[in-house]
């Protein structure tokens, strides 16, 4: 019989790795050299997690432009070509990340991640965090032909990741996360510390967590049998 590792997916922005300041740092320099204001993080808090070319569009929209589609690619592409050079000038993982996924790892956890990121882009800031040998998978916005909060993304990660979504949890920080979660049957915790723009608990996660120094015990909650199962 094959031996079946539970599969934790994780988000990248907002969960693994607080990224905001690079993100949002390039939008906001993208904004006020397109000549318009730039962007605080309570605004971008609300474009963040269904990916950059909508985050770009929505703050386009936001300061009355992005009336075209034509529009709304050149400036991507410009945000894009500046955000790759910036990727982790001051993006970090959250406190107790690197310590929580090491435990899990060290349970005989399969580590992945599920992100609305470019993959290019979410494999290339994870390497350059010395993060990325940690996933058995890295599935970004363009992975498949689907994306969150369409549960098949989540479902398609823990598949390549050689797992069974019936032994699987989610760890995100956003409305995108666990939707996407709920739809596919698995159980998400929520982390606080990330940038979603309403109550995580109107959300109706399964547990909301404050810090990832709690990650493990609430895993472990969730998967009552931390040992590899057979199937």
């Known amino acids: ?10 988000d ?3 969960t693994l790795v ?22 605080d993080l309570a605004e971008a808090k609300r474009l963040i997690g269904h990916g950059m070319k ?7 929209k936001l300061k009355g432009r992005g009336q075209t589609q034509e529009e709304i690619d050149a400036v991507f592409a410009r945000y894009v070509a500046v955000y790759e050079t910036r990727l982790t000038r001051e993006s ?5 990340m690197l310590e929580a996924l090491d435990r899990l790892a060290g349970e005989g956890m399969t580590l992945a991640v599920c992100t609305n990121k ?26 498949y032909p689907v994306r969150k909060p369409d549960p098949g ?4 990660t823990v598949r390549d990741a050689g797992g069974d979504p019936g032994r699987a949890v989610m760890v995100g920080d956003s409305d995108p996360d666990i939707r996407a979660a709920q739809a596919a049957g698995v159980p998400v915790i929520a982390y606080a510390g990330g940038y979603t723009a309403v109550p995580l608990a109107s959300l109706d996660p399964t547990v909301i967590i404050d ?6 015990a609430t895993v472990s909650r969730l998967l009552p049998a931390l040992s590899h199962t057979e199937v």
């Open 118 to 143: 470019i993959e290019r882009l979410a494999r290339k800031l994870l390497e350059e965090l010395d993060m990325a040998r940690r996933f058995a998978v890295i599935a970004g916005a363009d992975t």
């Open 12 to 14: 990248l922005d907002g």
């Open 54 to 60: 909508p985050m770009v569009e929505k703050a386009l």
């Open 18 to 39: 607080d990224t905001h300041p690079d993100l949002i740092g390039t939008l906001s320099w993208l904004l006020e050299d397109e000549g318009l204001d730039g962007i």
């Open 1 to 10: 019989m094959a031996i079946v590792r539970p599969t934790i997916v994780f």
């Open 92 to 96: 970090r993982p959250f406190p107790g």
């Open 153 to 156: 993304h989540i479902l398609m």
């Open 211 to 216: 810090h990832y120094d709690d990650l493990v």
